[in-house]
């Protein structure tokens, strides 16, 4: 994927601004999906997180202008007249819109707002319906369940495995390790390899989780993979086992089964598709709905370890072929060391 440079492209450049996380990218798709197809003589530009790079260029979209937020004007060599169309897809706010407005584009695609023409915002609906029901008023047809990406070319450590993320950026989505141990035990006894996930912060909840299902060492990856692998593994597993993130809606990307744990955020907004095998948990009648929280929203608490292996169990694909389940002990009591290796 190319990065923007000073010189400007031959064919004209729509950007599209989206500077958040993970999730935010991937339930976007579907309105860069139209983008792309609709404007096929266009050069599409992502004003997104540069750390995204290994999925932005899964998604179609051409150039990548890294951008962490939004508290300063995009940096060079985004500049005033260089765009012939921006597109909002971050939100509908005076930073965002700001930010865009001093490009100074010929057109403009975004929610109704002072000086802007579009839609107006609504609350509480799914949010690929919001992105691609945003382009499709402008006159560019988009489909808010095509989500698929494609996969990355990048060998795959753990093919056929149950994933179990335990990864969540704030508290409030963070399931007990115990827990997450309890699910991959369960798995680990029905004979599949179970592998564990996270960022590099993410790592000592998945060695305590790995510690607590008695599986060795080997079987934490949180840390030890970049974005592209974790695409791959994600693509290629059993079953995806993760609360409301990015590692969730990868798998809805690339249809692979998957439990999603619900908590603060509400499943009408954030779920997964309707049709596929996904399913979701969580007690509704329980959300506190505090995103940026401490602690595990009561919603999330009320998921037990059976729950998850109930409904994961429904869905998982078979033991990968001449796939090596780890075996597991008794949960708080581990195997012993087991020699690492990063093959």
């Known amino acids: 994927m190319r990065r923007l440079s000073d010189t400007p492209s031959d064919v004209p450049e729509i950007l599209a601004l989206r500077a958040l996380k993970l999730g935010d990218l991937l339930v976007a798709v579907p309105a860069i999906h139209a983008l792309k197809r609709e404007r096929p003589d266009h050069d599409l530009v992502l004003a997104i997180p540069g750390w995204l ?17 939004l508290d300063h ?10 765009f012939d169309t921006v597109v909002n897809l971050h939100g509908n706010g005076p930073e965002s819109r700001g930010v865009l407005d001093l490009l100074d584009a010929p057109h403009r695609i975004g929610h109704r707002a002072s000086g802007w023409d579009g ?3 609504e609350d509480g609906v799914l949010e690929r319906h ?25 060998r795959n450590v753990a093919p056929g495995a ?13 399931w007990p390790e115990e827990r997450f141990a309890r699910v991959a035990q369960g798995f680990a006894a029905d004979g599949h390899r179970v592998v564990f996930t996270g960022s590099a912060a993410e790592r000592p909840r998945a060695v305590e989780a790995a510690r607590l299902a008695g599986l060795p060492d080997e079987s934490v990856l949180a840390g030890t ?10 693509a290629e597993a059993a079953l995806v086992v993760s609360v409301d993130t990015g590692a969730a809606h990868l798998a809805s990307a690339y249809g692979t089964p998957s439990v999603v744990l619900f908590g603060p955020a509400p499943v009408e907004e954030w779920g997964p598709p309707e049709h596929g095998p996904h399913i979701v948990l969580t007690d509704a009648s329980l959300r506190v709905g505090d995103t940026f929280g401490t602690e595990p929203d009561p919603a999330l608490l009320a998921v037990q370890p059976a729950d998850v292996l109930s409904a994961g169990r429904e869905v998982v694909r078979g033991v990968e072929p001449g796939a090596t389940a780890l075996s597991p002990g008794p949960i708080g009591q581990a195997t012993g060391p087991a020699e690492r290796t990063d093959e």
Request: aromatic share 6%.
């Open 53 to 69: 790079e290994p999925i932005a260029e899964l998604t179609g979209a051409d150039v990548l202008h890294p951008t962490p937020g």
């Open 73 to 82: 004007p995009l940096a060079e060599p985004a500049r005033a007249g260089r």
């Open 119 to 121: 839609p107006e915002w």
């Open 130 to 154: 919001r992105w691609a029901r945003l382009v499709d008023s402008f006159g560019i047809p988009a489909d808010r369940d095509d989500i698929a990406i494609d996969r990355p070319a990048v």
């Open 162 to 174: 149950v994933v179990v993320h335990v990864g969540a950026f704030y508290g409030s989505r963070h």
């Open 225 to 234: 993979i970049d974005l592209a692998e974790m695409a791959l593994v994600v």
